[in-house]
Structures are given as structure tokens and as C-alpha cells.
């Protein structure tokens, strides 16, 4: 039996299998440039989080009715399901699909439809996060949560906003004024920092932005005093060890910062990011860093604690303290 635990760091377009790609391409009569799914594989071949970006939005444009948002989250919680993930916090990335003329709705309904069912079908409670690229405008991002406005909580399934994409060159401040809309909205919010970009970028999302949680964060180590305020300040960070080796933010797994931040004492947490391109999802990251850092069950037990902490679920402490 798998741990149970807490997915806070998934990108739904990047549970995109080959497999369902191609179905999906065929449903819509979408030319894909791979000649099968092991050639699209083999295309996986990544230097850094540009190079797997470019094929990422590439491989969206199958994604075009209700029912490809619906099959493909579908498709993500069975699996999930299956490796222990019992509440899962889904990020989406609402103008990758507005410029490609997929409305709002379109998305928003088919996510939703499968995130209605989920708790019944595969017993995973559900949220979703829009996340704004952060290599678009802040204008971009302001319109974008405009045409959310419909789909936030409490009447919609949207409780949060974060920010990805592209991060050197793209500092956190130049969202400021969408991060404060979105908090006057009663949003929850997250920012990927410290992925790429320096550790001042999670300073500044932390400062600027009031992220609650960082997403990755990995960098952090490199500013002892950046990780003293994390530690005092419990923020939680959404690591992926997969995607740190696949992206090249560390050189192997077994090199891989996590046991010396939980020695530090950072709330941190291990996640997906991006299954479907990194080689696993939540349970298949844990056995990974089991493996290849020798974590203990007591670590893992620690890990699997932490991302129900650090989920945007009311806790027991929060009920009784009304
Ligand atoms: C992403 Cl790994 C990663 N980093 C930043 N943005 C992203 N979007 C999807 N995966
Ligand atoms: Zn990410």
C-alpha cells in the first residue's frame, strides 16, 4: 500500500501521455509532428526547462474540446489514485489554451467535470490553481484572471493562482498588482521560485507576491538566511525530484538537496511536477528518493505529513480555534 499523501505540485497539461496525445490528435484531427508514440518518447530529450517547455505548449494543441479537459484530468486522478494521492491541488494554464482560441469555459468545464466525480470515483479530493506565465505580460495575466472571475471559488473549482513558465528573466515583482487583485478575491497563492532564477526570487515572492508556498524552491539552499525565514516561517516547499533530475537543476537523484533540507528543518514536500514527461508521478517520485537517498520510513512518513500540512485543506487546529 502506498503512502497517502497530498499532491500540491501537478501540472494537469503535463500528465499528457504519449499515448492519450495521440488518441486525443486523432479524435480531433490534430497532425502531430512524431511518427508514433515511442518517437515522441524519444523526443524527451531535455537540456533545461526551456527545451522541455517548447515541447510541452507544443503537444497542448490536441487539447481542444470539454472532453479532452475531462479525459485528461480523468486519466491523471486514476493514476494518482493508484500511487496514494488522496488530495490533489492541480495547476492549469489558462492562456496557454486561450491562444490557441480554447475558451475559458471550455477548459474550466471539462477540469472541473473530472474533478466533480473524482472523490466518488477514485477517492481524491480536488482544487485547481490557475498559474500565469510568467514570460506573458502582467497585463496578460491581469486579463486572464478577468475571464477567471466566472470560475472562483467559492461558485467555481478555482482556489488559487500561481505563476510558471520561463522564470530567469521573469521576476516575481512584475506580478505584483495580479497577486493583489487575486488576493482581494480571497485567493490562495503559490509562485514557482528558485527553480531556475536565484534565491532573491523567492524572497521576492514571498515579499511581494505573499505566496503561501513555493514551488520548488530548490535554490533556497544557496541563501542560509533565505532558509533560516523558510524554516521560521514553516513555508512549505512543492520539490520534484524527478523534474530537478530531467530539467538538469541537479545532476542525479542521488545529489539531490532534499535530506539536508529536512535536516535544516524546511517544511518541504514531494511532488510530480510534469508526470507524463519526468518519468513518474507522486508515488513513483517517493520510491525514487527512497532509493537514491536512502530515506528512512520515518523521512518518508515526514514527507507524506508534509504535504498534508501544507495543503490548502482545513485542519482540525483551524476548526476548533473558530
Ligand atoms: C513547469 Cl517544471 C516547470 N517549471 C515551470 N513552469 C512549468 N510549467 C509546467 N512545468
Ligand atoms: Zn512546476
Redesign the pocket.
Known amino acids: 500500500m502506498p503512502l497517502p499523501k497530498a499532491e500540491l505540485h501537478l501540472?494537469i497539461?503535463?500528465t499528457l501521455e504519449p499515448e492519450l496525445a495521440f488518441a486525443l490528435a486523432a479524435r480531433n484531427g490534430v497532425e502531430l509532428p512524431y511518427a508514433d508514440t515511442d518517437a515522441l518518447r524519444t523526443a524527451y530529450e531535455f537540456t533545461d526547462?526551456q527545451s522541455?517547455?517548447d515541447l510541452?505548449y507544443g503537444l497542448m494543441a490536441v487539447l481542444r474540446t470539454e472532453d479532452d479537459f475531462a479525459d485528461l484530468a480523468d486519466a491523471y486522478l486514476a493514476r494518482a489514485a493508484a500511487q496514494g494521492v488522496r488530495h490533489a491541488e492541480i495547476f492549469f494554464?489558462p492562456q496557454a489554451h486561450l491562444a490557441r482560441g480554447v475558451a475559458m469555459e471550455t477548459v474550466v468545464a471539462g477540469l472541473g467535470r473530472a474533478l466533480d466525480r473524482s472523490e466518488a470515483v477514485h477517492g481524491v479530493s480536488t482544487q485547481l490553481i490557475m498559474?500565469f506565465l510568467r514570460d506573458e505580460s502582467a497585463a496578460s495575466a491581469l486579463e486572464t484572471l478577468e475571464t477567471a472571475k466566472p470560475y472562483l471559488a467559492p461558485q467555481g473549482p478555482i482556489v488559487g493562482v500561481g505563476l510558471?513558465?520561463a522564470?530567469v528573466g521573469h521576476p516575481p515583482a512584475k506580478f505584483r498588482e495580479v497577486y493583489e487583485a487575486a488576493a482581494a478575491l480571497g485567493l490562495r497563492r503559490v509562485a514557482?521560485a528558485g527553480?531556475e532564477g536565484p534565491p532573491a526570487y523567492i524572497t521576492e515572492a514571498l515579499d511581494v507576491l505573499g505566496a503561501e508556498r513555493i514551488d520548488h524552491g530548490l535554490r533556497c539552499v544557496e541563501d542560509p538566511e533565505l532558509v533560516a525565514r523558510l524554516v521560521r516561517d514553516r513555508v512549505p516547499l512543492t520539490l520534484?525530484p524527478l523534474?530537478n533530475v530531467r530539467?538538469r537543476a541537479v545532476d542525479v537523484l542521488a545529489e539531490h538537496p532534499l535530506p539536508a533540507m529536512l535536516d535544516a528543518g524546511l517544511l518541504c514536500t514531494v511532488n510530480s511536477?510534469?508526470p507524463a514527461y519526468f518519468g513518474g508521478y507522486a508515488g513513483d517520485n517517493f520510491d525514487a528518493v527512497r532509493v537514491a537517498l536512502g530515506l528512512s520510513p520515518e523521512r518518508l512518513r515526514e514527507l507524506a505529513r508534509n504535504s498534508f500540512l501544507a495543503a490548502f485543506l482545513e485542519h482540525d487546529e483551524d476548526r476548533r480555534s473558530r
Open positions: 501540472h497539461e503535463g526547462l522541455f517547455l510541452y494554464d498559474c510558471d513558465s522564470e514557482h527553480e520534484c523534474s530539467l511536477d510534469d
